[in-house]
């Protein structure tokens, strides 16, 4: 099973970014999948998600501004920023759900590596 992230940059606020999670090991299909983010000295927090039956999650902070979206052929997860504050500012992991782990904890779970979103104002 792996989990790989791309799209994090240094964007200025108000920007966007795309971030990707393309996934091998297991099929998008029939798994729920969720992006967290942790910063510096702050706990590993669910951003959003999207469930096997389509439920969709946003966090309060970034609800209308970040949409989540999957490619079940090609097996990649999106995250849409739009927006962005500088609060937003972190590692975003993707990983999927249910299957324990931790942010940037390796061999617990399924999780991606994380790929840096840093937006400066």
């Known amino acids: 099973v792996q989990l790989v992230e791309s799209g994090g940059d240094s964007v200025q606020a108000g920007g966007s970014l795309t971030l990707s999670c393309t996934v091998s090991?297991?099929?998008?299909?029939?798994?729920?999948m969720g992006w967290y983010r942790q910063a510096p000295g702050n706990v590993c927090e669910l951003v959003s998600s999207i469930s096997s039956d389509g439920t969709i999650y946003y966090m309060d902070s970034v609800t209308g501004r970040f949409t989540v979206s999957e490619d079940v052929p090609k097996n990649t997860i999106y995250l849409q920023m739009n927006s962005l504050r500088s609060e937003d500012t972190a590692m975003y992991y993707c990983?999927?759900?249910?299957?324990?782990?931790?942010?940037?904890?390796?061999?617990?779970?399924?999780w991606g590596r994380g790929t840096q979103v840093t937006v400066s104002s």
């Open positions: 090991g297991f099929t998008l299909d029939d798994s729920g």
């Open positions: 990983t999927k759900l249910r299957s324990g782990g931790y942010c940037g904890i390796p061999g617990l779970g399924y």
